[in-house]
């Protein structure tokens, strides 16, 4: 719902830059509409998908062939980035064995544009990046994992078979060693 | 289910013992199962504050409880909640609930969160309570903190501070005005009324302790 009242903010906002861009800025911000100014400002053009938990959860529920590994993450999180080139490195190794990893942002609105994309661009990240956004937390976490207190760096492991969370960060060796118990 | 768990992480454990003779880390594994629940009697400690004194929830004879909260200066999350925690203290420090803030980082693992940055924020931000730091990292696996920030409610009874809340300040981290459910003053409004807490525990995002 939250989702489509901002794509639809979105739309307008763009249609109305199109027609005639500096203007239509300034009389949004003389309005005073925050919202307006914000829907502009954050969720215009962000290079990944933006979704609330509805969005996200069939990402966490794929029921065909591969094995998923589903990374919580931001670029503010130390132990997240420190992590990041192993699960690329698997993504890159694993291919043949229908492993998918797909990299979900937890950043804040405001660092999407600012940090997010120039870290993706920067370290040529290949893995699928999405971004959660949506603040009730307190019902969405439990629906990823009941044992999930809410820290990050926290990555779920399934396939249509098995399904394993893991709140803490991994070395090369142990997410292979984690991923081995799925696909053989 | 609590015991299936513990056997479960127990199995998990010895596999990766036999797995990795050496060199693995299962210290942040265990903090996940242990610490307080709701109903069990939160220790003290005696920890520096910014301004030099030593803390200890001993020291406060009249409160009837406390906000301990585990915050620190560089999670974004942390930051995004500091007003709304100078705002519960100004709210409940006179009703006998003081906010008693802790940051449980290592500081040589943050350098952002070394004491003299503790200092400097709290002056910055103008914090009216004590801005703790965890050092030796003894208090915060006491407690099962995993995440900044992390509120654990207690209540002072005959027997000790009792555990009556953990978890999330309210259920939106990201903009004050759009919150739903302030889950701290909920309960603390319901402890101090002697009604029953709901919910007793929260679940957040936040930046994981280091």
Redesign the interface.
Known sequence: MNKLFALGLMVSVFVGCAEKKGQKKEEVESAGNEMVVQAEEVGADVKFPIYDFDGLEPLLHKEDDKTYIVNFWATWCKPCIKEMPYFERVQEEQKTNNVEVILVSLDMPNMWKTQLEPFVEKKGIQSKVVILDDPKQNDWIPKVSEEWGGGIPATLIYNKDKRTFYQRGFTYEELNNELTKFIN | MKKT?ILGWSALLLIFVA??AMG?KVA??HN?DKGYEVGDMAADFSLKNVDGTMVSLSDFDRAKGFLVIFTCN???YAQ?YEDRIIALDAKYKPQGVPVIAINPNNPNA?PGDSFAKMKERAAKKGFTFPYLLDEGQKVYPQYGA??TPHVFLLEKTASGNMVKYI??ID?????AS?VDEK?VENAVNAMLAGNEIN?KT?????????
């Open positions: 768990k797995a990795f693995f942040t594994e996940s560089t999670c974004p995004a943050k995993t995440r978890g999330a259920d939106n981290y990201q903009d759009q889950f919910p929260t679940k957040a995002i936040g930046c994981g302790i280091q």
